[in-house]
C-alpha cells in the first residue's frame, strides 16, 4: 500500500492508504500544505480535495484511522476526544471517509498547535 507522511515541522506522522476512492484522491493531489486546526484532540486542515462522502464513512473513528471529512473538505486525525464525543469515544463532526491509518502513534498530535504549517507528501 502506498504510504503518506504529514510533517508538522516538529513531528511527522507516517500512514498507510487504503484502497478507497476517497485515499486515490489525496494521492492524486499530493504534495499538499496546510496550516493545522486543531478541536479536542483532533487535528485537521484543508486540502484541495473533493471527494463524495462514501458508504461507509463514519463520524466516531478509531484513533489513529485517517479521515477526509467532505463537509469541510479537510483531513480530520483524531486522536482522541472532541468537543462532542460521548464517553471515551473520537467523534468527528459529522461522517468522514476513513482513507488511512496512522504508522506510527497519533498521540504525538497533542503537540500540534493551530497555524502549525503541515506538508502531506507520498512517500511510497
Known sequence: MPRIRFDFGTLTLDAELLDTATAQAIAAALPISSSALTWGEEVYFEVPVRAAREKDARAVVTPGEIA?????????????????????????????????????????????????????????
Open 68 to 124: 477526509y471529512w467532505p463537509d469541510g473538505h479537510v483531513i480530520a486525525l483524531g486522536f482522541g476526544r472532541t468537543p462532542i464525543s460521548r464517553g471515551n469515544e473520537t467523534r468527528l463532526a459529522s461522517p468522514c471517509n476513513i482513507f488511512g491509518r496512522a504508522i506510527d502513534d497519533v498521540k504525538a498530535l497533542v503537540k500540534v498547535k493551530t497555524g502549525a504549517k503541515v506538508n502531506v507528501t507520498l512517500i511510497g
